[in-house]
């Protein structure tokens, strides 16, 4: 049985959900389209801590190492684009080899990614990975949710890119899963660059006593 001041052990471990980290990049279009404090808004309102954040323009070997890092990426980014084809009763024009799909996307990534200032920032809270996915949307802002941040502000599609020979714009990345996190935010960000701190927020998010309101 639990006495009355006994805390629930689980909000101090380490491996506490509150303590899962993601990586988002705000893309070039999403900087040109004014729409940084639009972003920010939306991860910040849902409870999630902003631990780093820095704005540069990528060099291309930042970004090709960005999007290989997950060795399964090719396979999956050029499975996912062509089923976007096939949904729609179409043939992919590139390929129906997901990796030659790929290899052209990532040429294409490459230039869009830097063409100018980005901003990427690591957040952190409950789930995070997947609530910033959920926020993000689906790749393709045309069958991206309303709500989502590519459903909402942004318009394209994969006809369009592949038809304008460019990668698809789509405002913002998101990591897609705790692994692919955690090898980003190494990727983008030195250690002293995300912060460990407190945010008053988090005692009414976690706190089993609700933060000590009376
Ligand atoms: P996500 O960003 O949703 O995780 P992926 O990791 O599959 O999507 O792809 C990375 C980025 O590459 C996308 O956000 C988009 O900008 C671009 N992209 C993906 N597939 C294509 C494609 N078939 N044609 C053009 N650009 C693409
Ligand atoms: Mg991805």
């Keep these: 049985m639990r006495c009355g001041s006994e805390k629930p052990t689980m909000i101090f471990m380490k491996n506490h959900p509150k303590f899962e980290r993601t990586l988002v990049i705000i893309k070039p279009d999403g900087i040109q389209r004014g729409l940084i404090a639009e972003v920010i808004k939306r991860y910040e309102q849902i409870g999630l801590k ?22 399964e990426w090719r396979v999956k980014t050029g499975l ?3 089923k976007a084809y096939t949904d729609k009763g179409l043939k ?31 957040w952190q809270g409950a789930h995070a990975v997947q609530i910033v996915r959920k926020l993000t949307g689906g790749t393709e802002p045309l069958t991206s949710d309303v709500g989502t941040i590519r459903g909402d502000f942004v318009l394209d599609s994969y006809s369009m890119s592949d038809n304008d020979h460019r990668a698809v714009r789509n405002l913002v990345h998101a990591s897609g899963s705790v692994k692919e996190a955690n090898d980003e935010i190494t990727h983008w960000f030195k250690k002293d ?5 407190k945010l008053l927020n988090e005692a009414i998010l976690y706190d089993f006593e609700l933060g000590g309101i009376l």
């Design 193 to 197: 660059e995300v912060f460990d701190y």
């Design 80 to 82: 996912k684009s062509i």
């Design 92 to 122: 992919h024009p590139v390929s129906n080899d997901p990796l030659e799909v790929t290899a052209v996307v990532l040429k294409k990534l490459i230039e869009y990614m830097t063409k100018g200032p980005i901003v990427a920032m690591v």
């Design 50 to 71: 902003l631990v780093g954040i820095k704005m540069m323009v990528p060099t291309a070997e930042l970004i090709e190492k960005h999007y290989t890092l997950d060795s």
